[in-house]
């Protein structure tokens, strides 16, 4: 016998919240005879709430499709005894998301393989999580983009996209030297979103070293003076994680076959 299924009660609401919330998701035919359904109203207030549940379901899948974020270790797995130096009280200040609204950046610096892209990408994916629109991308990936634009329209229509994210997470700034139109064309994203949009970077290089990035360019002081002008700096120093990681892993494979080589050689006991 099939079990009967039974209508979860909505939350009581007022008539006054009731309208604001179908005014709020669209539903105009039943605003318009709302008298008819007034004696309805905890059946209207229940469907209400499964339209919002859904469509907020469906808006978290959307924005975390948008984001590209790929696979990554989620932030409550971090090692904090890893990092020589790390300022763990401001690492965990940025994580309110503060920045967001105040249209600050954040600036992740340090060695390869510190963390700094899995902490951007948590950002990100907390970001998404409070309702934020994000997108994630490498530093090669974003200029590459910008740059096969054939014609100026269509680079502007590229660099508008990019200005359109909540949060832009940029990764590997510095990992490879540009030209100086990929300079220009990062400093236009930047200077695009300055005090409207934050950023999120990650670069392995020190400020006074982008020059050597993008060499030609003649913007980058100014791409870098605003950029830290409203910006939390975050310096990670430490050996790789990712080496680490390496090294256990290869570690656990060498006990392994020691393991099976000594069960071979083991000798059989007597009938």
């Not at 539903?27 to 919002?52: C, Q, S, Y």
Request: include cysteine.
């Amino acid at each position: 016998m099939t079990e009967k299924k039974t209508t979860k009660p909505a939350t009581a609401v007022t008539e006054g919240e009731l309208v604001s919330r179908l005014e709020a998701i669209g539903f105009r035919g039943i605003l318009d005879h709302f008298d008819e359904f007034r004696e309805e109203a905890p059946l209207l207030a229940r469907l209400v709430e499964v339209e919002e549940s859904d469509r907020s379901r469906r808006g978290l899948e959307r924005r975390l499709r948008n984001a590209k974020l790929g696979r990554f270790r989620q932030f409550s797995d971090f090692d904090w005894s890893w990092p020589k130096s790390l300022d763990a009280e401001l690492l965990e200040d940025v994580f309110k998301l503060d920045f967001i609204e105040e249209a600050a950046n954040v600036i992740l610096v340090g060695p390869n393989g510190t963390g700094k892209t899995m902490i951007a990408k948590n950002l990100a994916y907390q970001a998404i999580l409070k309702g934020y629109t994000a997108r994630f991308l490498t530093a090669s990936e974003l200029l590459n983009d910008l740059a096969a634009q054939e014609t100026g329209s269509a680079l502007t229509r590229k660099l508008r996209r990019y200005s359109h994210w909540k949060l832009l997470v940029i990764d590997e700034v510095g990992y490879l030297a540009g030209s100086n139109r990929h300079g220009d064309l990062l400093f236009e994203v930047i200077n695009r979103r300055y005090q409207e949009k934050p950023l999120v970077i990650t670069t392995n290089k020190p400020f006074e070293e982008w020059g050597a990035v993008f060499p030609s360019s003649t913007c980058v002081v100014t791409m870098v003076d605003r950029l830290i002008h409203k910006a939390e700096i975050i310096k990670i120093d430490g050996p790789s994680y990712r080496a680490k990681e390496a090294r256990e892993r290869e570690k656990g494979r060498r006990t392994q076959r020691s393991k099976k080589k000594s069960a071979k050689k083991k000798p059989r006991s007597e009938p």
